[in-house]
């Protein structure tokens, strides 16, 4: 079994700012790309942030320059800071990993379960 566990999420006034934290745990021989993503009302999920195995990144336009996305390779978790927040960014957000369970297995999706984020006016 695997497990991703997301924390960090809360409310915040707009401009502040909050730190994501994902952990994936179980049995894992390797874990590749991660990733965050988002999920506002009535929207579709949404890619905010991804990263490589080594440390490549990419972002949403929307969150350029106002969020960074980090890894730990050694405890197998993926950050996400998020500064200069607005209203916009409120949405539940979700950890994504791609997964190598063992040596020469098919890599899979695994998901956390979502932490929210709300940013007030």
């Known amino acids: 079994q695997v497990q991703l566990v997301e924390s960090g999420g809360g409310l915040v006034q707009a401009g502040g700012s909050l730190r994501l934290s994902c952990v994936s745990s179980?049995?894992?021989?390797?874990?590749?790309?991660m990733g965050w993503y988002r999920q506002a009302p009535g929207k579709q999920r949404e890619l905010v942030a991804g990263i490589s195995r080594g440390g490549r990144t990419n972002y949403d336009d929307s969150v350029k320059g106002r969020f960074t996305i980090s890894r730990d390779n050694a405890k197998n978790t993926v950050y996400l800071q998020m500064n200069s927040l607005s209203p916009e960014d409120t949405a539940v957000y979700y950890c994504n990993a791609k997964i190598q369970r063992f040596s020469g297995a098919a890599e899979n999706d695994y998901w956390g379960q979502g932490t929210q984020v709300t940013v007030s006016s």
């Open positions: 179980g049995s894992i021989f390797v874990i590749n790309a």
